[in-house]
């Protein structure tokens, strides 16, 4: 084992769950292991959530700047340690490094906004009749809970985590069974920054624990991130508690290449969307729609694709049980008649052989119908599918039931909007194939990408994690009268 047990986070200390059942995480890099985690129980939630309710009560009484101010030394501390921590997300989740440090800068990224809430959250003030005032004002919800997935072990975290928090609530972590060792640097770091005990909380498991999540009467409102399967399952059973949710679900992003697009920009932009993070990443381009005749572009583009390489430029997919699935998509693929231009099936690395990757695969002359063009992939894999109009690409995308991103790339302002007016998609890009938003904009997709409402990060995040009351105000008894007052 390289780490030590992970552990519960609970009231500033760390302590093992307090289940028989242990589990092992798996580095995806070369299949060895990386450490324990015992799984926890109703108790341990229990115990969570009653230090974490007193802490809160005495957190929301601090004023939000003061509450800013340990965010500030959490960033710093961010910044100091950014090769350790780049360096576990590495070996817990098998990303390249580059990567892996680009998901820590993203994290720092987020933490900045959690200090800049003060100039946000700052309420509004009327004289809405002769001598009546009302102002609103911003307050905590109380005890929340973020389940996260392993695709971002750090990154994921920091939408909700540092928001929350500095909006003044109690957090409650809950980190995927596959990567839980960066979270509990997130606890380290954060009681280092000066964080009371009790505000910031982690809970291992696996379902059990998130369905005691959904269903504990005093946590407040629930985050989720993961596949639109569970999503929805998080979304009906907290719902159903009345608590208040937003569960992030998987997607199938289109690309649209039309034949005017940037050869560079469009080959490099679309090589990097599908392969990075091995394509499991709800934002990555999943599906090519090439319009008309784009096959300079695509030659190009499976030139640059062919420079990817497993281990170096490339990192793991999760597990064997992902590796397995991804593979049986390609297979299924040839078998239907696309034309398999890449194929990264049966990939191993020099000295990890005993790793989980997949190399970079582009099939040509997909269908609509296929399941490989249609259907949430999560690994390295690009689909094209060929048609002759900027219509008929509209409706290949307008007909998936995700809602994520949608790209298009294109020289023409004017087919660019008439893409991004007409995607069914919350994420639009325009030569950009991972069109994420940045903070203060929020991240969120439509249809079966996000069920609830608003954005995860962003300034959307401060209506999801605080609740507005509302006051109106008459002191001066002289004061002319109408039907308002």
Known sequence: MIFNEVKNFINGEFKSGSSSKTHTVISPLDGGELTTFKESTIDDLNEIVNFAQKAQKA??????????QVFYKYKQLLEKNSAELTEIIYLENGKIHGEAKAEIDKA?????????????????????????????????LGVVASIVPFNFPSMVPHWTVVNAIALGNAMILKPSESVPISSQYIAKLLKEA?????????INGTQSTVENLCDHPDIKAITFVGSTKVAKIVYQRA????????????????????PDAHPDMASS??????????????????TLIAVGNCDAILDKLIGDALKIKCGTTLGAVISK??????????????????????????????????????????IDYATADMRVAKEEIFG?????????????????????PYGNACSVFTQSGGLANYVS??????????????????????FGGWNESRFGSGDITGKSSIVFFTKEKKTTTKWNPEAGTNWMS
Not at 195 to 202: S, V
Not at 384 to 392: F, Y
């Open 59 to 68: 957190w929301q009484k601090v004023t939000i700047k003061e509450r800013a």
């Open 108 to 140: 720092i990224e987020l933490t900045e906004f959690a200090c800049s809430l003060p100039q946000f959250v700052n309420g509004e003030n009327m004289e809405v009749s002769k001598g009546v005032y009302c102002s609103s004002t911003k307050h905590p």
């Open 194 to 202: 000066g964080l009371p005990d009790g505000l910031f909380n982690i």
């Open 239 to 258: 719902s159903q508690n009345l608590k208040q949710v937003l569960a992030l679900g998987g997607a199938k992003n289109h690309i649209i290449l039309l």
């Open 269 to 286: 932009n679309i090589v990097a969307s599908m392969s990075g993070c091995a394509g499991q990443r709800c934002m990555a381009a999943a």
């Open 321 to 362: 049980a992902a590796k397995e699935r991804i593979e049986t998509y390609i297979t299924e693929a040839e078998q239907q008649g696309a034309k398999i231009i890449l194929d990264g099936r049966n990939t191993t690395v020099p000295g990890k052989e005993n790793g989980f990757y997949v190399g970079p695969t582009i």
């Open 380 to 400: 390295p894999v690009l689909a094209i599918v060929r048609v002759k109009t900027i219509d008929e690409a509209l409706a290949i995308e307008n007909a998936n």
């Open 421 to 442: 007016e007409n995607a069914s998609a919350g994420m639009c890009g325009v030569n950009i194939g991972v069109p994420v938003p940045r903070e203060p904009f929020g």
